[in-house]
């Protein structure tokens, strides 16, 4: 598609319940990312994909956050065991390959309540 | 670990000011982006900045990329209220990695 698209829109889990959250790519894009935006507006970068293999994952909180691009499947960014610190937008984005740094697509992103 | 800040953090302008905002990072960058994210929605490019010292123009906003390539501007002439939304700049430092700056929320009075 020519569109990043995520699922849910939104999400709502109780303090220690597993949350996950899908994202399909513009098709024909190498490059898949995953970001955090909190009430502040701030992005934080949490993990990319090059096709199916890890390409920067120094965003991670690992102990609870996973992440995965398998082919023909939808990408996945599972958290377990979430915190009320988690409660975001989460935005995937994609972009494709080639000299240099492309620009990123963003999908409409999954609000994420943990209460 | 690599800082990208902007500023002002909010603007309230009236419709036809000009508006700017600055994006400073704490270490020399390969390239620079722009996006804007309306109320609610996501982030959607603007536009990439490569060359020291680069100026581009899309229509009323006009872009720069600083000498030492360590910050940038984003500048709207005459504003309309379809530029409401926050402006983000973000740094890359050569990799497929983009480092957001914390963003320049503008709001139009007509």
């Known amino acids: 598609g020519e569109e990043v698209a995520q699922t849910p829109k939104h999400l709502v889990r109780g303090e220690g319940q597993k949350a996950k959250l899908y994202c399909a790519p513009i098709k024909g894009h190498s490059y898949v990312f995953w970001y955090q935006q909190v009430l502040k507006n701030e992005f934080k970068f949490l993990i990319s994909?090059?096709?199916?293999?890890?390409?920067?994952e120094t965003g991670m909180p690992k102990e609870r956050f996973s992440a995965k691009c398998l082919p023909n499947s939808p990408c996945s960014l599972e958290i377990q065991a979430t915190k009320l610190e988690d409660s975001a937008v989460y935005f995937c984005?994609?972009?494709?390959?080639?000299?240099?740094?492309?620009?990123?697509?963003f999908g409409p992103g999954t609000r994420l309540t943990v209460t | 670990g690599q800082q990208v800040m902007q500023i002002p953090q909010y603007q309230h302008v009236q419709e036809g000011e000009d508006f700017t905002t600055y994006c400073n990072s704490s270490?020399?960058?390969?390239?620079i982006q722009w996006y804007k994210q309306r109320p609610g929605g996501h982030p959607v490019f603007l536009i990439q900045l490569v060359k020291s010292g680069e100026v581009k123009k899309q229509k009323r906003l006009t872009f720069q990329f600083g000498e030492a390539k360590k910050n940038s501007s984003l500048h709207i002439t005459a504003t309309q209220t379809t530029d409401v939304g926050t402006y983000f700049c973000?740094?890359?430092?050569?990799?497929?990695?983009?480092?957001f700056g914390t963003g320049t929320r503008l709001l139009v009075s007509p």
């Open positions: 994909f090059q096709n199916e293999n890890v390409f920067d």
């Open positions: 973000a740094g890359n430092t050569g990799f497929q990695k983009l480092v």
């Open positions: 270490t020399t960058l390969s390239n």
């Open positions: 984005a994609s972009s494709q390959s080639g000299q240099g740094v492309r620009e990123q697509y």
